[in-house]
């Protein structure tokens, strides 16, 4: 006997999907990069970009490779957020769709848009045309998730270029956390975690006087991380 028709059950099997919520900052405004649906359901709609997992891929082989088809993006910070599955949530069906959430770096990724997509394009977040499917729902899961985890794990530095101010940090946690934070202990607190370096350079475009120019050392952080680290802003 086949072995696929002996392991065979008779229960409904529901589709998977993936969706991606990818986040930007342009020095001031979370951003949130959309595409509009090229094909039905929903078509000229705005949507997350996304689509349906492959029978031979696994669950992240399937994000990443959307992501590229339908952006152009790859080589991004990519992690699962969670899984989505009320019953009526896609018109095609039982769908279930596992959602991830990216962070990249403005100045160094173009999208472009491809497959099922027409466009692909940057939205604030405060400035979310109506969305497909139930992707209003994945993207508030995504900001929260982001809020949340941005305060204790260093993220927030994939969405910086690699040189940057501690104006523009500040800048960064307060556009994400939605709140004004205090100049002097947001600078004694990013300093205190000694993962800093700062760089023998000045930034050139700042108004006033050039402000002193600092990169992200990871691997400091990944090594305090093996001896429980905790970062926390």
Same mark, same amino acid.
């Given at each position: 006997?086949?072995?696929?028709?002996?392991?065979?059950?008779?229960?409904?099997?529901?589709?998977?999907?993936?969706?991606?919520?990818?986040?930007?900052?342009?020095?001031?405004?979370?951003?949130?990069?959309?595409?509009?649906?090229?094909?039905?359901?929903?078509?000229?709609?705005?949507?997350?970009?996304?689509?349906?997992?492959?029978?031979?891929?696994?669950?992240?082989?399937?994000?990443?490779?959307?992501?590229?088809?339908?952006?152009?993006?790859?080589?991004?910070?990519?992690?699962? *957020?969670?899984?989505?599955?009320?019953?009526?949530?896609?018109?095609?069906?039982?769908?279930?769709?596992?959602?991830?959430?990216?962070?990249?770096?403005?100045?160094?990724?173009?999208?472009?848009?491809?497959?099922?997509?027409?466009?692909?394009?940057?939205?604030?977040?405060?400035?979310?045309?109506?969305?497909?499917?139930?992707?209003?729902?994945?993207?508030?899961?995504?900001?929260?998730? *982001?809020?949340?985890?941005?305060?204790?794990?260093?993220?927030?530095?994939?969405?910086?270029?690699?040189?940057?101010?501690?104006?523009?940090?500040?800048?960064?946690?307060?556009?994400?956390?939605?709140?004004?934070?205090?100049?002097?202990?947001?600078?004694?607190?990013?300093?205190?975690?000694?993962?800093?370096?700062?760089?023998?350079?000045?930034?050139?475009?700042?108004?006033?006087?050039?402000?002193?120019?600092?990169?992200?050392?990871?691997?400091?952080?990944?090594?305090?991380?093996?001896?429980?680290?905790?970062?926390?802003?």
């Amino acid at each position: 006997m086949d072995k696929e028709k002996k392991y065979s059950y008779k229960h409904p099997r529901p589709s998977v999907t993936v969706d991606c919520v990818v986040f930007g900052f342009d020095g001031t405004t979370i951003k949130v990069l959309l595409i509009n649906r090229g094909i039905e359901p929903f078509k000229g709609k705005w949507a997350l970009p996304g689509g349906f997992v492959q029978m031979d891929e696994s669950i992240d082989e399937a994000a990443k490779r959307e992501l590229k088809e339908e952006t152009s993006l790859e080589n991004v910070f990519l992690e699962q *957020l969670y899984t989505f599955g009320e019953p009526n949530r896609d018109p095609r069906g039982r769908v279930i769709s596992v959602a991830y959430y990216a962070l990249i770096n403005l100045d160094k990724n173009d999208p472009i848009a491809g497959d099922d997509a027409q466009k692909a394009a940057w939205f604030s977040l405060k400035k979310i045309p109506s969305l497909a499917f139930d992707h209003h729902e994945i993207l508030r899961a995504a900001h929260y998730r *982001l809020k949340g985890k941005i305060r204790y794990r260093p993220i927030g530095f994939e969405l910086l270029s690699d040189k940057f101010t501690l104006v523009q940090l500040q800048n960064l946690y307060e556009a994400v956390l939605e709140i004004l934070l205090d100049k002097r202990n947001f600078r004694r607190k990013i300093m205190s975690t000694d993962l800093l370096i700062e760089l023998n350079e000045k930034d050139p475009k700042s108004i006033r006087k050039k402000a002193q120019l600092y990169k992200f050392d990871k691997a400091k952080f990944d090594e305090l991380s093996l001896k429980g680290f905790n970062f926390e802003i």
